[in-house]
C-alpha cells in the first residue's frame, strides 16, 4: 500500500511488469482531483495519450469532456480518470488479459488512496474487468452495482460512441443517473 498517488506514481512510471513498457511512449496512471468522489475507468491509452501521458485527449476525451459537463462534472475540478492498463497496447488493440492482470493493482491502489464513492467504467474492457466478466454493455450500461463501500456503473466508451452515434442519447441517460446518484450521496453525507 502507497501513502500517497505521489509515491504510486514514482514506482508506476517505472513498471516493466508487462509488455507494453516496451512499446510506451508514456506510462499513462491518471488525471483530476485526488480527493474526487467520482472515478472514471477506461481501458488503456491510445495514441496520443501515449504521447502526452494523460488519459481521454483527442477527440474521445473531447466527447467525454462534454458529456461530463453535461452533469456539471470536470477533471479539474470534481472527478478522477484512469485506465485499467497504464501503457499503450499497440494499434490500439484491447489489452490482454494478462496485461490487465499485470496492471490492475495500480488501479486497485488508486482507488484505495483516493476512495471514491461511485466508480464508472467507460466501455466493455473496463466493465469486464472491474463489475462481472460477462458484462454486456449494451445491455447492463446504466446499472448501479455495490460491492463493498463503493457504486459501480458502466457506460459506453466515448470511443466506441464516436463509432455508433447512435448510442449517444442512451449515454446521456446513464449520465443523467450518474449526477443523480452523485446528489444522493451528497445529500446522505450530510444527514
Ligand atoms: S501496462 Fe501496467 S503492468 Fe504493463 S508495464 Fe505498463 S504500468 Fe506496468
Not at 514506482?11 to 482531483?33: A, D, F, P, Q, W
Not at 488512496?113 to 454493455?137: E, Q, S, T
Amino acid at each position: 500500500m502507497y501513502k500517497s498517488l505521489k509515491e504510486l506514481q514514482i514506482h508506476c512510471l517505472n513498471c516493466t511488469k508487462c509488455e507494453l513498457c516496451k512499446t510506451r511512449k508514456n506510462v499513462v496512471l491518471g488525471v483530476g482531483n485526488e480527493e474526487s468522489q467520482i472515478m472514471f475507468v477506461g481501458e488503456g491509452p491510445g495514441e496520443k495519450e501515449d504521447l502526452t501521458g494523460e488519459p481521454f485527449v483527442g477527440r474521445a476525451g473531447k466527447l467525454l469532456d462534454k458529456m461530463l459537463e453535461y452533469v456539471d462534472l470536470s477533471r479539474e475540478k470534481n472527478i478522477y480518470i484512469a485506465n485499467i492498463v497504464k501503457c499503450r497496447p499497440p494499434k490500439n488493440r484491447d489489452p490482454f488479459d494478462t496485461e490487465q492482470e499485470a496492471c490492475i493493482d495500480w488501479l486497485r491502489n488508486q482507488i484505495l488512496l483516493i476512495r471514491p464513492r461511485l466508480v464508472v467504467c467507460l466501455g466493455r474492457v473496463a466493465a469486464r474487468r472491474i463489475i462481472k466478466n460477462d458484462f454486456k454493455i449494451t445491455k447492463e450500461h446504466g446499472i448501479l452495482y455495490k460491492k463493498g463501500n463503493i457504486f459501480f456503473m458502466a457506460t459506453f466508451h466515448p470511443s466506441a460512441l464516436l463509432r455508433s452515434p447512435q448510442n449517444k442519447p442512451a449515454a446521456f441517460e446513464d449520465f443523467l443517473k450518474i449526477k443523480e446518484k452523485i446528489e444522493n450521496m451528497t445529500m446522505n453525507s450530510k444527514v
